[in-house]
């Protein structure tokens, strides 16, 4: 499987927020947000089937250091 990299513009004052949150759970902020992403992708499967692909919700995400 490819990996891909993505540039998103943030506002500051988001970017913080969601470093605060990646630096509590022991995450960089890449896999905070491929979790949120992950989290997104999990909740509109269960509303609305499953989408085409084999890549599974644990895939590529690192557990919390906690």
Not at 26 to 39: D, P
Request: no cysteine; glycine share 4%.
């Amino acid at each position: 499987m490819a990996i891909k990299s993505v540039s998103i513009r943030i506002e500051e004052e988001m970017l913080n927020k969601i470093a605060h949150i990646a630096d509590y759970e022991g995450r960089s902020v890449n896999s905070q947000v491929l979790i949120l992403i992950r989290e997104n992708i999990k909740a509109f499967e269960e509303a609305n089937g499953t989408i085409k692909g084999d890549i599974t919700p644990d895939l590529n995400v690192k557990p919390t250091r906690k």
